[in-house]
């Protein structure tokens, strides 16, 4: 009973761990790097429009809490020297799922906005979609830039 305590307790850490990794790719949202500064603005026309998928990030958190969580799961298994191996086994099983849950709970869905600029430059921006945003072809935008990202609004 009390191992089974401890292994919910470390998957809902593992999980708000990842869950607050998560950093926005839309178009609305700024870093606190990015506020307060001096940004260029270029406005252009929507040529085209496609859906793409922004992978999502792999960092050694999620890898290492799926490893602290395997491995406590696996040393419930057993005694002695095999709860010992059981927890190795399951540190490196929980490593490689921590990792591909990682990935799968930052990933989203994007867009990338193909713009005719006004001083005749076609250049293609991805960002996430945002739900209450649309983009049209033929649309007149706003191209914003700071510190080397750039984002698309009408």
């Known amino acids: 009973?009390?191992?089974?305590?401890v292994f919910a307790a470390a998957f809902t850490a593992f999980t708000l761990l990842l869950t607050g990794c998560a950093s926005s790719l839309t178009g609305d949202t700024y870093s606190r790097?990015?506020?307060r500064k001096v940004q260029t603005i270029r406005m252009g026309t929507i040529e085209s429009l496609r859906p793409v998928r922004i992978e999502g990030t792999k960092t050694p958190i999620?890898?290492?809490?799926?490893?602290?969580?395997?491995?406590?799961?696996?040393?419930?298994?057993g005694?002695?020297?095999?709860?010992?191996?059981?927890?190795?086994?399951?540190?490196?099983?929980?490593?490689?799922?921590?990792?591909?849950?990682?990935?799968?709970l930052t990933r989203t869905q994007g867009v990338e906005i193909t713009v005719r600029e006004d001083d005749g430059a076609l250049r293609a921006y991805v960002q996430?979609?945002?739900?209450?945003?649309?983009?049209?072809?033929?649309?007149?935008?706003?191209?914003?830039?700071?510190?080397?990202q750039s984002r698309v609004a009408p």
């Open 128 to 148: 996430a979609v945002e739900p209450n945003q649309v983009f049209r072809i033929g649309q007149r935008v706003r191209i914003t830039s700071v510190n080397g």
């Open 79 to 104: 005694g002695g020297r095999g709860s010992a191996v059981a927890a190795v086994i399951g540190a490196v099983a929980g490593g490689l799922a921590g990792a591909a849950a990682e990935e799968g």
């Open 62 to 77: 999620g890898a290492g809490a799926g490893a602290a969580v395997g491995g406590i799961a696996g040393s419930t298994i």
């Open 33 to 35: 790097a990015d506020a």
């Open 1 to 5: 009973m009390r191992k089974s305590i």
